[in-house]
């Protein structure tokens, strides 16, 4: 029961890495289909019923597939893995993040403004290099959290509806439109943003955790990334927001947080770690980080589903 799991994951993990994220000439994963259903329903039955559905329905259809795959470990294994690629977000960190450096390396800041407008909410008009740079690099530490670190653990302890149902609320929560506004505290997804946070209470801290054992791969510094973590984060104002940008801060040993635009306001967050201004190559060394966080996540998911399949064994006998 552990084994299939955790093989399932390291097989999803590569199909990730290898396929990578499609493009325009290949049909997209599955998840992207998520908040366009959610938003369609949300025209009948609004945001929170809407929300409720589909995370239900996809909690519901993980369940399914894996009461159909039966005892047939191959089938199950290959179920896990193909749930575990539909939803992780390893390979698009990793492409947008390098695009990211490129542009901001050859000078091309529209560019660059563009591609962060479509993963944070943010107003990215007036960023020079260092404040796109640092939210260039506090798009990959959150996203590592919640699109790599969460679903593997999900996947790992609850299997694939865990994996499914966590992916779909992160998703819901910060689709276009419905994210978080640190700056009014709002959503226009309260259930969305609730869960969303419950979802990856665990996970962000397990994501600062394993920044802060992987910064000397990239040649950064632990001690900086504990001590941002521990210091800076008390004062934020999301329960796992932060976590992961910290850590991620303190590694690099540059600072991230301060002074945020959104749409609705500024927000003066708190300034994250201790050292100098980001340029593109933090960039760089933020998705090569990126990459080794989530290979120790797939050491910790692997270890979590063995001691998982043990619980259930014990608990039959």
Do not use: K
């Amino acid at each position: 029961m552990s084994a299939h799991r955790a093989v399932g994951l390291l097989l999803g993990v590569v199909a990730d890495g290898l396929i990578g994220e499609p493009r325009r000439a290949g049909p997209p994963r599955p998840v992207a289909a998520l908040p366009q259903a959610a938003d369609t329903l949300a025209r009948r039955i609004g945001t929170a019923g809407a929300t409720t559905v589909v995370t239900t329905g996809a909690v519901a259809a993980g369940m399914l597939v894996e009461r159909a795959a039966g005892r047939y470990r191959l089938v199950r294994t290959l179920v896990v893995a193909a749930g575990t690629w539909s939803v992780l977000g390893g390979a698009r960190i990793a492409a947008d993040g390098t695009e990211l450096a490129r542009d901001l390396e050859n000078g091309d800041f529209d560019t660059a403004r563009e591609r962060i407008s479509t993963a944070d909410p943010r107003c990215t008009e007036d960023l020079d290099l260092p404040g796109l740079s640092r939210a260039a690099i506090e798009v990959v530490a959150d996203q590592t959290s919640n699109a790599v670190v969460s679903p593997l653990i999900w996947g790992a302890v609850a299997g694939l509806p865990g994996m499914l149902g966590a992916r779909t609320v992160t998703v819901l929560g910060r689709r276009p439109g419905m994210e978080l506004d640190i700056a009014s505290a709002r959503s226009a997804d309260p259930v969305a943003r609730r869960l969303d946070e419950i979802a990856n209470l665990v996970p962000a801290r397990l994501t600062a955790t394993l920044t802060t054992a992987a910064a000397p791969v990239v040649g950064g510094s632990a001690p900086s990334a504990w001590q941002a973590w521990r210091r800076d984060t008390a004062a934020h104002p999301s329960p796992n927001a932060g976590r992961a940008e910290a850590a991620f801060a303190g590694a690099l040993e540059i600072r991230l947080g301060g002074r945020t635009v959104y749409p609705r306001g500024v927000a003066e967050l708190p300034v994250l770690g201790a050292g100098r201004n980001p340029d593109a190559g933090h960039v760089t060394r933020a998705v090569e980080l990126s990459r080794v966080v989530g290979l120790c996540a797939v050491g910790v998911s692997a270890v979590l589903a063995a001691l998982s399949g043990i619980g259930r064994r014990r608990r039959r006998q």
